[in-house]
């Protein structure tokens, strides 16, 4: 069976990245060995070999590349595949000398994070950058292949074996394994925060936010980026019952945290490295099946708003954070269904099992094993690739009709939407295109219904088109719908007012709609 060496001068061994996604995907068809932070001597956890790494100053890193440096030369392992920009040096040494196959995993875009890195003086901050994303990439181009954690982080490199594999989480996320009592639960609506505290991940607005909402509880969970957060946190957590910090969670403690809370939160700043970002905390709470309030980034509100999952804000506004909050808490209807909707599209496309074929396929084609299907850890309600899965694309659609003659704004207009779809669903390698149109028919009233049964009636029409990405998609393949619904109107207001504002001439919606599609397979006559 061929060997991995997984090494890190960073990370702990149990990374979420590191451990519970890609050693775990690895170990069922290799031998996986892990050297990182966290453990003194030599360890067996669910098959993987970890060995560890003591935890010392940033100036004792040095120490800690060459003791990797040496394992991995004279380690009998034929991948060897590391998660810190520090060692590429080192990946490139074992590389030359001992001919393995070496596999750069990048976590962040860290030409963006050093522009805003603390310890470094302001003024070499953006020439250390850019100098240091010239010698990543020239350096990388040289290894064998790029794991990058995002598809914005994988458009960074060239010459190599690129592959975006992201962390989302695995179907056995869902499946609480420790049930503790966190805080004492009662009908208080109780938001959620996990991950690195930090100003930067939005903390102080949260805490600010938290003081202008009612009936709302805040959890937090993580460890603190600097002390003098983590003294305002426990001070006012001190004074404040709705505001709860638990420390840091091992992993298995998170899905029974997620299932004892009502929303999830995630309001970063807009620093570079968040606006691309796809972070894991949000997907998590996508899983568990709960809302997500999340700061209004381009990428998150296609993902939030296009699955109908939760409620984006400004970043850094405390007012509309706390509004939000107080929105979800009066509204249980709403977070059940927006909870649902996440729950759906995290079966559907965020999930571990899709970015595990990748990684299992990079390893393939460099001469390992390569593929196959996934099997939970435990046993799961949720359904693991099927052979033909049903699979979805949500389309964000703004859409402008003109109301001639104008409506009374008195009588709100009833509009009824249908959703009409091209006999041909065309598909390509990889791909399904979907086009159709929605059929919206308004009715209203207007000066001149003289009567309270005449009413205007308008018929218009959009059209839309969709794209599917699936792995089982050819030229000439037939597809049919398997579903299409308007899964959220984001927003509809009337405009274009007169001068006395008792009538509009134009109605516009922005509304999001879902369409799933299977491919039919056509069976072969059996001649005797």
């Known amino acids: 069976m061929s060997k991995i060496f997984i090494m890190s001068s960073v990370h702990f061994w149990y990374d979420n990245r590191i451990f519970y996604r890609q050693a775990r995907s690895l170990v069922r068809q290799y031998q996986v060995e892990i050297h990182a932070l966290g453990l003194s001597g ?280 706390a509004g939000a909050l107080q929105k979800l808490a009066a509204a249980p209807d709403l977070c059940r269904r927006l909870g649902k909707n996440g729950r759906k599209a995290w079966a559907a496309q965020y999930n571990w099992v899709r970015e595990e074929k990748k990684l299992l396929a990079l390893y393939g084609n460099l001469g390992g094993i390569g593929y196959e299907p996934y099997q939970p850890h435990q046993a799961s309600c949720f359904p693991i690739y099927p052979l033909n899965p049903r699979t979805c694309c949500q389309i964000i659609l703004e859409q402008k009709t003109q109301l001639i003659p104008p409506v009374l704004i008195h009588f709100e207009p009833l509009v009824k939407r249908e959703i009409c779809l091209k006999e041909t669903i065309r598909s390509g390698p990889g791909i399904v295109v979907i086009e159709g149109f929605i059929s919206k028919t308004i009715v209203y009233k207007s000066l001149n219904c003289c009567t309270d049964d005449a009413e205007e009636v308008i018929v218009d029409e959009f059209p839309f088109q969709g794209v599917i990405q699936r792995d089982d998609a050819n030229e000439g393949d037939v597809f049919v719908p398997d579903g299409m619904e308007v899964l959220a109107l984001i927003s509809g207001e009337l405009n274009n007012y007169n001068k006395d504002g008792t009538l509009a001439s134009e109605l516009r919606e922005r509304l999001v709609v879902n369409i799933c599609v299977k491919k039919q397979v056509l069976m072969q006559a059996v001649h005797p």
């Open 42 to 321: 030599v360890k067996n956890v669910e098959g993987i070999t970890v060995v560890g790494l003591p935890k010392g100053r940033r100036t004792g890193r040095p120490l800690l590349w060459l003791r990797l440096l040496w394992r991995g030369l004279r380690s009998r392992a034929e991948f060897v595949h590391f998660h810190d920009p520090e060692l590429i040096f080192i990946g490139l040494i074992i590389k030359y000398i001992t001919n393995k196959q070496v596999i750069y995993d990048v976590h962040e875009d860290y030409s963006l994070t050093l522009r805003h890195k603390q310890w470094l003086p302001a003024r070499f901050r953006l020439p250390i950058a850019r100098i240091f994303g010239w010698m990543e990439k020239f350096m990388a181009g040289r290894l064998d292949a790029v794991v990058a954690a995002t598809p914005a982080i994988a458009k960074n490199f060239t010459n190599t074996t690129i592959v975006s594999v992201c962390n989302f989480p695995p179907p056995d996320v869902i499946q609480p394994k420790v049930i503790k009592d966190y805080f004492h639960r009662d009908s208080t609506f109780t938001a959620a925060y996990i991950g690195v505290l930090s100003e930067a991940r939005g903390i102080v607005d949260l805490l600010e936010a938290l003081k202008l909402t009612r009936g709302v509880r805040l959890v937090l969970a993580g460890h603190f980026a600097d002390s003098a957060l983590e003294r305002i946190v426990l001070e006012q957590a001190g004074r404040n019952d709705n505001l709860i910090y638990l420390g840091v969670l091992p992993p298995e403690e998170i899905p029974g945290l997620l299932d004892s809370v009502d929303a999830g939160l995630a309001c970063l700043h807009p620093l570079p490295n968040h606006l691309s970002s796809l972070p894991l905390k949000m997907f998590e709470y996508m899983a568990a099946g709960l809302p997500v309030l999340v700061s209004s980034f381009p990428l998150w509100e296609d993902i939030v708003l296009g699955n109908g999952c939760g409620v984006t804000v400004q970043p850094g506004d405390c007012r509309a954070i």
